[in-house]
């Protein structure tokens, strides 16, 4: 069998063969700080063991949140605090974004496996960096990891709609196995267990995607035995063939104010855009301090030719209504051979600091007990008026 399933891929190795059908929730959009599931399911009830996996497309990285068997969770780190795991039985569970932000803005990858072979612990990679190549060039992807005792290297593609796709996977001493879609130009080689590469001739632009290395441990009796263990992902290797006779074109950066009629809250959008390829990333810097949780585009925007990425930083009225406080959106480009850094600078503005909401509640609070409180005098006025007027009618009836 395979050793990991994620949504319909099927992996096969040598003597067993495995096909596990998965379902997972569609798309979801949420707003920061809700609480958001995300339900699977397979058909395989020999698969004990439920995995889940965050792709975020601005770090290319592919994080092991945990894995479940029914009736228990094991979470990487201190990944409880974000997550919620569970399973419903053998062949359903979920996974809940206890208070979702920004940095929970990724993909989520379903898998299932026979058992765990060992503790999800953490596996160094060190594959190769984003490339940029023309048509018809070969090209490299290295992958190396520091865990001597992970037998099995696979190689993955991520497809436009986020799926992974299995390229090939290999043991030490044995023929790669390819899948039926890669078996033409594409190359895998072990230098020895923690070492390898994959390689593709006369690239075209059906090629460009994103690369992932993985590692699996396995052992020779596995060979005949129905067994399957998790998979750890490296980060990912970016790459693009560039379209006929196109030019790689840095990003133009722009900030946009916040709105005079924005409240409570003000918001300053930085937009990079005219650059090609999509090999950016954005990042804020308040008086020199990096800014994160901010909110961007999950991946650039093509429009014509070239492409474009917004991001959004908001912060308190009190800070945009400093003159002295400094804004600097910085993208970066790399464009085939290192990066360049592109940056827009802006200042606070001088102005009247808006009321702020608990400011406006405390407001809100005094000017009600001030309400109540003349009411309440009122009637006892009222009251009194009252007892005066008919004390007096008493009077003048026994006169």
């Known amino acids: 069998m395979g050793f990991i399933h994620i949504k319909n891929d099927r992996i ?41 996996y965050q ?10 949140i945990g894995y479940t068997y029914v009736g228990s969770e094991q979470y990487e780190d201190e990944l409880e605090n974000q997550f919620k795991m569970k399973r419903h039985n053998t062949l359903s569970g979920s996974l809940t974004v206890l208070s979702a932000n920004t940095s929970h803005s990724a993909v989520y990858f379903c898998a299932a496996s026979i058992t765990v072979m060992r503790d999800a612990e953490a ?9 940029i190549v023309n048509k018809t060039t070969t090209v490299q992807i290295n992958c190396h990891h520091d865990d001597n005792g992970m ?7 991520q497809l436009e709609d986020g799926q992974l796709k299995l390229i090939v996977y290999s043991y030490i001493g044995f023929d790669p196995d390819f899948e039926n879609d890669f078996v033409k130009r594409f190359v895998m080689s072990r230098a020895d267990r923690q070492t390898g590469a994959l390689s593709i001739s006369s690239v075209n632009s059906s090629d460009s995607g994103t690369y992932f290395c993985a590692a699996s441990v396995d052992s020779v009796q596995m060979f005949t035995v129905n067994y399957q263990a998790e998979a750890h992902f490296g980060p990912g290797t970016k790459l693009t063939v560039l379209e006929p006779n196109r030019t790689i074109t840095p990003p133009k950066v722009t900030i946009f104010q916040p709105s005079k009629k924005e409240g409570p809250k003000k918001t300053l959008v930085c937009v990079a855009s005219g650059f090609y390829p999509d090999h950016v990333t954005v990042d804020w810097v308040i008086n020199g301090q990096n800014v994160t949780g901010v909110s961007k585009d999950s991946a650039p925007q093509r429009k ?3 492409y474009t990425i917004s991001s959004r930083l908001m912060i308190p009225p009190e800070e945009w209504y400093k003159p002295t406080n400094t804004f600097k959106c910085n993208v970066q480009f790399f ?3 290192h990066y360049t850094h592109h940056f827009v600078e802006i200042k606070g503005i001088e102005g009247k600091t808006e009321i702020t909401r608990e400011q406006y509640m405390m407001t809100t609070q005094a000017g009600k007990l001030s309400y109540t409180v003349l009411i309440v005098k009122g009637l006892v006025y009222g009251a009194f008026v009252g007892a005066l007027v008919w004390k ?8």
């Open 55 to 64: 792709h975020r497309p601005d770090t290319l990285s592919m994080m092991l």
């Open 151 to 157: 037998y099995v290297m696979l190689w993955y593609k």
């Open 304 to 306: 014509g030719e070239y």
């Open 123 to 131: 596996i160094r990679f060190d594959p190769s960096g984003p490339m």
């Open 12 to 52: 096969q190795r040598r003597h067993v063969t495995a096909a596990a059908t998965f379902k997972q929730s569609p798309p979801i959009i949420v707003n920061r700080g809700a609480e958001v599931s995300i339900e699977c399911s397979h058909n395989d009830d020999s698969l004990t063991v439920m995995l889940w």
């Open 335 to 337: 464009n085939g051979t």
């Open 392 to 399: 007096l009618q008493g009077t003048t009836g026994k006169q």
